[in-house]
């Protein structure tokens, strides 16, 4: 594989499974080094280990990104251990879908404190490191894991699609900010990924919707987003994406 992110540092938040692992692991081995942030210490050192056997260079910071000081310990970290960020791939997210009638307000809440002010975090202490990147190299980037449902209506998962249409409507926002200093900002708009984000799930007609989804087409893989960041990532540095939707071929 052609090392095109050498040299380049990347944080990569929700790195502890699914899509956040593959693109740590896909980053790491086009030669970027890489944060990864997560709550699960135990997973995100097994995927350091794996990463530097692969003689790649990874720093596992374990956080909670909804608490503010505490992600920006870990930028301080990130700073003093690898030399600031110029990639931030903020993709933490959760996911807890039910019909708005059930009123699980601590679900809604969930789901806002990680999907919009977990991601509100990240920004705000990574976005120094990666201006000041783009201000030294010519190029920095931010993703933002958003998702399909920030376009398309799904009964019973308003909540969750209305964080993901924040961060799509934020990141254009940003983009119209940072763009002429040259931080390209993209928001990643994935469809169906076998991940665990589904189950954390409760309500039993989604978990049922979910299933059956799962039987009637082949979703996307974890790599597949992985691969779409590195794609991102290594465009010439006048090139930005503002929004991509990747979809199941199958998926409507
Ligand atoms: P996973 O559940 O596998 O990954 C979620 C990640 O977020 C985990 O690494 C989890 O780690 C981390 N996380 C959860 N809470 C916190 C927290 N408070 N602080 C720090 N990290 C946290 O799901 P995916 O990989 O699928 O999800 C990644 C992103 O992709 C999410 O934003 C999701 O909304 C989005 N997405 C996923 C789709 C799919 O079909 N899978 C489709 C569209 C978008 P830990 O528990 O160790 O903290």
Redesign the pocket.
Same mark, same amino acid.
């Given at each position: 594989m052609s090392k095109s992110l050498t040299g380049r540092v990347a944080v990569i @938040?929700?790195?502890?499974?699914?899509?956040?692992?593959a693109t740590a692991e896909h980053l790491a081995a086009l030669g970027a080094s890489v944060a990864v942030?997560? #709550? #699960?210490t135990d #997973?995100l050192n097994e995927l350091v280990a794996r990463i530097e056997k692969d003689g790649g260079t990874a720093l596992a910071i374990a /956080?909670? /990104? @909804?608490d503010a000081a505490a992600v920006r310990s870990a930028a301080d970290r990130v700073a003093a251990e690898l030399g600031g960020a110029d990639l931030l791939f903020n993709?933490?997210? /959760?996911?807890l879908a039910g019909p708005i009638e059930e009123l699980a307000t601590d679900q809604w809440q969930r789901q806002i404190d990680?999907?919009i002010t977990?991601l509100m975090n990240a920004i705000g202490a990574f976005t120094p490191q990666l201006a000041a990147a783009a201000a030294e190299r010519g190029v920095a980037d931010l993703i933002n894991?958003?998702?399909?449902?920030a376009q398309n209506i799904y009964p019973n998962f308003a909540v969750y699609c209305g964080t993901?249409a924040y961060v799509t409507h934020l990141s254009r926002q940003m983009r119209a900010e940072l763009g002429p200093k040259n931080v390209r900002v993209s928001a990643l708009?994935?469809?169906? /990924?076998? @991940?665990?984000?589904?189950s954390?799930v409760t309500d039993e007609a989604t978990v049922e919707w979910l299933a059956g989804a799962r039987e009637a087409l082949e979703?996307l893989a974890?790599q597949d987003i992985a691969e779409t960041v590195g794609f991102l990532a290594t465009l010439p540095p006048r090139a930005n994406l503002q929004q991509i939707t990747i979809m199941p071929t199958g998926q409507t």
């Amino acid at each position: 594989m052609s090392k095109s992110l050498t040299g380049r540092v990347a944080v990569i @938040t929700g790195a502890s499974s699914g899509i956040g692992e593959a693109t740590a692991e896909h980053l790491a081995a086009l030669g970027a080094s890489v944060a990864v942030l997560a #709550r #699960r210490t135990d #997973r995100l050192n097994e995927l350091v280990a794996r990463i530097e056997k692969d003689g790649g260079t990874a720093l596992a910071i374990a /956080v909670d /990104v @909804t608490d503010a000081a505490a992600v920006r310990s870990a930028a301080d970290r990130v700073a003093a251990e690898l030399g600031g960020a110029d990639l931030l791939f903020n993709n933490a997210g /959760v996911m807890l879908a039910g019909p708005i009638e059930e009123l699980a307000t601590d679900q809604w809440q969930r789901q806002i404190d990680l999907n919009i002010t977990g991601l509100m975090n990240a920004i705000g202490a990574f976005t120094p490191q990666l201006a000041a990147a783009a201000a030294e190299r010519g190029v920095a980037d931010l993703i933002n894991t958003s998702s399909i449902g920030a376009q398309n209506i799904y009964p019973n998962f308003a909540v969750y699609c209305g964080t993901k249409a924040y961060v799509t409507h934020l990141s254009r926002q940003m983009r119209a900010e940072l763009g002429p200093k040259n931080v390209r900002v993209s928001a990643l708009e994935p469809g169906f /990924v076998s @991940t665990e984000l589904q189950s954390h799930v409760t309500d039993e007609a989604t978990v049922e919707w979910l299933a059956g989804a799962r039987e009637a087409l082949e979703w996307l893989a974890p790599q597949d987003i992985a691969e779409t960041v590195g794609f991102l990532a290594t465009l010439p540095p006048r090139a930005n994406l503002q929004q991509i939707t990747i979809m199941p071929t199958g998926q409507t």
